[in-house]
């Protein structure tokens, strides 16, 4: 069975910084794509960041691009995302997502139970 | 970058009625268009990719259709346990926009 799960979020003050992971197992982590996508509270959901099966390809969305991160290890069946400069903006429930095979590369069929992220002074 | 848009944003029908719901994108995206449904306080579900291809388990009530920039998902009979928001996804190029959703509730 696919699973993924996060952990990292908090609480953290305006400017300061945070890391999430999110481990996988049920399937061959080295062959998927990997998303981060968030949902600020009472909103809808906003793709975050992905990053390719090999890490040759990384693309951010234009509100995190230069302040979050991400990367993976294949070897830990481990995404992570560093998330730095916090706003109160960048609220949210976080959502690792594995993406789907194929011409599907960037479809999620599968999604983790997410993490809160909550920035406040 | 291009733009999704949905149209409702929300609406109630009644059990049985056939449910229409419609995203826009602001520029060609072939059939790569993905359609995911969210019940209150659980975890985004994947319903159709490419357009029209329903993800293995989903009931066959579900069906979307469209290509290029405009696309719909119907709901050919809707059942209680559809209340939820339906978001749309674009997937042919980065940034993997959602769009802003349809909330459907029961009338």
């Known amino acids: 069975e696919v699973q993924v799960v996060e952990s990292g979020g908090g609480l953290v003050k305006p400017g300061g910084s945070l890391r999430l992971s999110c481990a996988a197992s049920?399937?061959?982590?080295?062959?998927?794509?990997m998303t981060w996508v968030r949902q600020a509270p009472g909103k809808g959901l906003e793709w975050v960041s992905s990053?390719?099966?090999?890490?040759?390809?990384?693309y951010y969305a234009d509100s995190v691009k230069g302040r979050f991160t991400i990367s993976r290890d294949n070897a830990k069946n481990s995404l992570y995302l560093q998330m730095n400069s916090l706003r109160a903006e960048d609220t949210a429930v976080y959502y690792c997502?594995?993406?789907?095979?194929?011409?599907?590369?960037?479809?999620?069929?599968?999604w983790g139970q997410g993490t809160l992220v909550t920035v406040s002074s | 970058d291009i733009q999704m848009t949905q149209s409702p944003s929300s609406l109630s029908a009644s059990v049985g009625d056939r449910v229409t719901i419609t995203c826009r994108a602001s520029?060609?995206?072939?059939?790569?268009l993905a359609w995911y449904q969210q019940k209150p306080g659980k975890v985004p579900k994947l319903l159709i990719y490419?357009?029209?291809t329903l993800q293995s388990g989903v009931p066959s009530r579900f069906s979307g259709s469209g290509s290029g920039t405009d696309f719909t998902l119907t709901i050919s009979s809707l059942q209680p346990e559809d209340v939820a928001t339906y978001y749309c996804?674009?997937?042919?190029?980065?940034?993997?926009?959602f769009g802003p959703g349809t909330k459907v509730d029961i009338k």
């Open positions: 520029q060609g995206i072939n059939n790569y």
């Open positions: 990053i390719s099966s090999s890490s040759s390809y990384i």
């Open positions: 490419a357009a029209s």
């Open positions: 996804q674009k997937y042919n190029s980065a940034p993997f926009t």
């Open positions: 049920g399937f061959t982590f080295s062959s998927y794509s």
């Open positions: 997502a594995r993406a789907g095979a194929g011409s599907s590369g960037y479809v999620f069929p599968n």
